[in-house]
Antibody, heavy 125, light 107 residues
Framework: EVQLVESGGGLVQPGGSLRLSCVGS????????MTWVRQAPGKGLEWVAN????????YYVDSVRGQFTISRDNAKNSLYLQMDSLRAEDTAVYYC??????????????????WGKGTTVTVSS | DIQLTQSPSFVSASVGDRVTITCRAS??????LAWYQQKPGKAPKLLIY???TLQSGVPSRFSGSGSGTEFTLTITSLQPEDFATYYC?????????FGQGTKLEIK
């Protein structure tokens, strides 16, 4: 079964750091872009960052740029999110997701078709 | 950034009803839109991509339409398992923003 499993969440004090991991299985991890999405308690989904197959391109939402770093290790089928200088507003469930897409004529349409169950990050003193 | 506004934010309906959710983009995004369903405590699930293409395994009572700035998700003949929160997401440009969500509740 195609699967993504996140880990690394927990309770951290404001200003602290945390590194999230996401391991993929039963698919060729190195062929896909990968994404992190978060959801604050009782709130909607927020796209956080994504990374190209080979790690050569990375994109971030403005609110985390310079604070979070997305990376991957294809040899370990793993995606990471290094989170520094954490603030209370970073409290959320963090999901990793596989970016997929299809060509329709000249156009390539993206979507996230496989999601992990999420890992919870709580920033509090 | 492209803003997505879903309406309504809450909808109450009965089993067997037809429901339509609208997603409006702050600028044209062609058909670069996906819809997701999320149940409490669970990860989102892809329903539709490219505005109108049904993901494999998703029941045919779900359908999507639209292009440019206005999109709709329609669920015909609501089933008990359809009561959830629905999100649209644009994949036209970064950051790949989501709508605020529409919670579909049982009447």
């Amino acid at each position: 079964e195609v699967q993504l499993v996140e880990s690394g969440g927990g309770l951290v004090q404001p200003g602290g750091s945390l590194r999230l991991s996401c391991v993929g299985s039963e698919f060729t991890f190195s062929s896909y872009w990968m994404t992190w999405v978060r959801q604050a308690p009782g709130k909607g989904l927020e796209w956080v960052a994504n990374i190209k197959h080979d790690g050569s391109e990375k994109y971030y939402v403005d609110s985390v740029r310079g604070q979070f770093t997305i990376s991957r290790d294809n040899a370990k089928n793993s995606l990471y999110l290094q989170m520094d200088s954490l603030r209370a507003e970073d409290t959320a469930v963090y999901y990793c997701a596989r970016d997929n897409g299809l060509w329709f004529g000249p156009y390539y349409y993206y979507y996230m078709d496989v999601w992990g169950k999420g890992t919870t990050v709580t920033v509090s003193s | 950034d492209i803003q997505l506004t879903q309406s309504p934010s809450f909808v109450s309906a009965s089993v067997g009803d037809r429901v339509t959710i609208t997603c409006r983009a702050s600028q044209g995004i062609s058909s670069y839109l996906a819809w997701y369903q999320q149940k409490p405590g669970k990860a989102p699930k892809l329903l539709i991509y490219a505005a109108s293409t049904l993901q494999s395994g998703v029941p045919s009572r779900f359908s999507g339409s639209g292009s440019g700035t206005e999109f709709t998700l329609t669920i015909t003949s609501l089933q008990p398992e359809d009561f959830a929160t629905y999100y649209c997401q644009q994949v036209n440009s970064y950051p790949r923003t989501f709508g605020q969500g529409t919670k579909l509740e049982i009447k």
